[in-house]
């Protein structure tokens, strides 16, 4: 599909005449995923800025990925790269590895890949942790690759104002259907949780929407957006709801088919801490998510 612009204006705005129906977060995907092509070229920003005669086109997804392949794996760092340009490495953490090494001092961690990564290309190259995931939990994860991209972006999570989406597949069925939960957790020197007045002196608020989006007989598939990032909130979220997550035993899971508990981070939008795009990275989905 093409579109010769009339008049000034952003490239985002021009996504959105091209395709009234589709939402913000898709056009914006769509631009992360090396679809839009402006005057033949590749566009990832969404504030680029057009002029009366610029030519917008949006190739189909296998052509952007021959045009503009995803970085290569290397053969000598397991690391799955979603995403990296001067500022970012955004990357798909398995499910039982650390995000950073804790005091233990453990060698193999996420952080630790992506630092072998990139010291494949300039051996004093280093990146600074944004945020963290739980050992159990697969997704998406971003790091910075410079001090004043690290800052950036946590005063955005601090203020919430990235927009964090998962993917979780319960034990029976949330009811109702869709909805918040809001607690306060806290957290004792073990790093163990457990749900507290709001008075508690260590208590931090913890909020959870959440909505149901299939379901069968045994299990329901949800999506959880979470605005405050505490440690085992979607866990606890879900056993609030006498729904807990599949292969979560410490919150009340009986099953466990998949060797793993069944939480996914699927996506991230932020703005970039070069230019203040709005951008969104998604994880895909493990093999397992699509067999339940």
């Known amino acids: 599909m093409k579109h010769r612009q009339i008049g000034d204006g952003e490239l985002l705005a021009t996504l959105r005449t091209m395709f009234p129906e589709s939402s913000s977060s898709t056009l914006r995907k769509m631009l992360t995923q090396g679809r839009v092509v402006l005057n033949g070229e590749v566009a990832h920003r969404a504030k680029h800025n057009l002029t009366t005669g610029d030519v917008v086109e949006i190739i189909e997804r296998q052509q952007a990925k021959e045009r503009t392949p995803p970085p290569t794996p290397s053969s000598v760092v397991d690391l799955d790269v979603l995403f990296e340009d001067e500022a970012l490495l955004v990357v798909n953490k398995p499910p039982q590895l650390l995000t950073v090494a804790t005091d233990r001092l453990e060698i193999d961690t996420l952080h630790s890949r992506c ?27 971003v790091f910075a690759k410079h001090r004043q991209a690290k800052e950036y972006l946590q005063q955005q999570f601090h203020d919430r104002e990235v927009h964090r989406t998962y993917r979780t597949v319960v034990e029976g069925h949330p009811s109702p259907s869709m909805g918040t939960v809001r607690s306060w957790l806290a957290e004792d020197k073990h790093l163990n949780v457990k749900a507290v007045n709001k008075n508690h002196p260590k208590g931090k608020e913890a909020i959870s929407h959440y909505r149901v989006i299939a379901s069968n007989q045994e299990t329901s598939h949800v999506e959880v ?66 067999r339940t």
């Open 115 to 141: 630092i072998d990564h990139l010291r494949l290309t300039d051996p004093k190259a280093w990146c600074f942790i944004v945020h963290r995931l739980d050992r159990e939990t697969s997704g998406i994860v």
């Open 225 to 290: 957006s979470i605005e405050t990032g505490r440690r085992h909130q979607i866990r606890m979220a879900m056993q609030r709801l006498d729904a807990p997550v599949v292969g979560d035993d410490r919150h009340g899971a009986t099953t466990n088919p998949f060797k793993r508990i069944m939480l996914h981070a699927f996506a991230l939008e932020f703005l970039h801490p070069e230019n203040d795009d709005p951008i969104r990275f998604e994880a895909p989905l493990p093999a397992s998510f699509n």
